[in-house]
């Protein structure tokens, strides 16, 4: 394995991120809130990352990578770009130590929201906006980025499979390069149709921007303490809660109803059908325990309930009430929400829909196969037959979530957290939410929690926005061998 081929592609994303932080810089410069200099002191260190990288690698190509190496460019570059994107954080003192600017970097761009700020109204409104800029490109990740920008040929698809969430990698065009523009086209429509539509409804350009980014990104992150419940009145929350079910849905789906008119698609799309399945009956779960425990009346408890549902379907985070105070039972469908997460090639975290239904089609087989011994069972979503080696990758993901959601939990358990916040916390930063319950609810954040638990985390927050293997193949031996 050449480091070097790896290496000239974390130089291009590093340089991006740090392109990327300009434009906080730049509001910063404006507004005259004190966050300028240290988002101009971040960049210049990430260009100057770049620059050694770029003369230490300035022969090699990109295109020329294996399997090997792109695993370890795509692992590199989010490793770099957390911890760039962490330095204003240092450099403004919004955070307290550097493990705490690096944890916020890397919950940022993972899209997880998990915070250790805890004042969040006091630090510059240009540093809070840069939060949510990062949750956008880690949305629609720094690979597919580059992807969609640079003239990379060669190990192009080897390079997206090693990013993009879900089992399926289905292309829209020929070229890998033209599906990762296509993608990056389609989220930023998205994002200004609901930067247009906040404004529509009162909001400042500021809220408006830092809702819209962190909503494409199911990211989470919000300007205020108390999220998107800061905001008076339903037509913030609804907006809202319209673009996080469009952004945790394929977007290759969306692409093709809306540009190619694949209207059909719609009704044979099984993995879209199970995602509106999940969100409608766990939404009406929801909303009836908050109102037979009289938490809201029947109107707010329809409200609460289904934006609670499709914020933690799409692992976003968002919440308009401290939910950690809502009854068990709806603690435990949340629960539930976290590890489903939502669609393929989506901004969302968790297992994805596609992996949870080819495992409950398998098991109803595999009882099929139990009733009928001579019969042939396949395995079928719908009107398509389930391929073996799709159906076996799915179930070594979801079986690789189980083990390592069991073993975070002892190894935090063992920092002196409780059975609550443990569960919780591995749960909401591998499935990339955010906010979990107990110490880690949204009204306590992540600041009080154990250096070392923080450090758990992190890697969580990685691995599971990385699809869990990408990240544990650099921890193989076999990975490194000639």
């Not at 990740?141 to 992807?147: E, K, Q, S, T």
């Not at 239904?357 to 196969?369: M, N, S, T, V, Y």
Request: with cysteine; net charge neutral.
């Amino acid at each position: 394995m050449n480091f070097l081929r790896p290496a000239r592609f974390i130089m291009m994303t590093t340089a991006a991120v740090s392109l990327f932080m300009l434009f906080p810089a730049l509001w910063g410069a404006v507004s005259g809130d004190g966050g300028a200099i240290p988002l101009c002191a971040a960049p210049a260190v990430g260009m100057l990352l770049s620059g050694l990288l770029h003369f230490v690698s300035r022969r090699y190509s990109v295109g020329d990578m294996n399997a090997r190496e792109a695993i370890l460019s795509v692992a590199g570059s989010w490793a770099f770009a957390s911890l760039i994107a962490g330095l204003p954080y240092l450099f403004s003192r919004t955070t307290g130590s550097f493990l705490d600017a690096i944890f916020e970097g890397v919950s940022g761009f993972t899209t997880t929201g998990a915070s250790v700020i805890e004042d969040l109204e006091a630090a510059p409104p240009s540093i809070l906006l840069w939060r949510s800029v990062s949750q956008w490109v880690g949305g629609i990740g720094i690979v597919v980025m580059a992807l969609a920008v640079f003239p990379i040929s060669g190990a192009g698809m080897r390079l997206y499979r090693a990013e993009v969430t879900g089992p399926f990698h289905g292309r829209l065009t020929p070229r890998i390069q033209g599906t990762a523009a296509i993608l990056l086209k389609t989220y930023l429509i998205l994002t200004c149709a609901q930067v247009a539509l906040l404004l529509l409804g009162g909001l400042g350009i500021f809220d408006a921007l830092t809702l819209s980014f962190s909503t494409m990104a199911t990211g989470g992150f919000s300007p205020y303490r108390d999220s998107v419940g800061h905001f008076a009145g339903t037509y913030v929350k609804w907006v809202t809660a319209a673009f996080l079910f469009l952004s945790a849905s394929n977007l290759t789906f969306l692409y093709s109803l809306a540009v190619r008119e694949n209207f059909r698609s719609a009704g044979d799309n099984s993995e879209m059908k199970f995602y509106m399945f999940m969100l409608i009956v766990f939404g009406a779960l929801i909303s009836s325990l908050l109102y037979f425990d009289g938490i809201f009346g029947a109107r707010d408890s329809l409200a609460a309930g289904f934006f609670h549902a499709v914020s933690m379907l799409s692992t976003c985070g968002f919440f308009i009430a401290d939910y950690n105070e809502w009854p068990a039972s709806v603690r435990i469908l949340t629960l539930m929400l976290m590890f489903c997460g939502g669609c393929s090639i989506s901004t969302a975290g968790g297992m994805t829909c596609a992996r949870v239904l080819a495992a409950l089609h398998h098991i109803g087989a595999e009882c099929g196969r139990r009733l009928h011994p001579k019969a042939v069972v396949p395995t079928c979503i719908g009107e398509s037959l389930m391929d073996e080696g799709v159906i076996s990758a799915c179930f070594a993901y979801i079986i690789a979530y189980m083990a390592i959601f069991t073993t975070a939990v002892a190894i935090v358990g063992f920092f002196g957290l409780d059975i609550v916040t443990a569960c919780s916390g591995v749960a909401a930063t591998l499935g990339n939410v955010g906010p979990g319950f107990g110490m880690a609810a949204p009204s306590a954040g992540y600041a009080s929690l154990p250096s070392a638990v923080k450090i758990v985390y992190m890697f969580l927050m990685l691995c599971g926005r990385l699809g869990i293997f990408t990240l544990l193949a650099v921890f193989t031996p076999d990975f490194w061998r000639k």
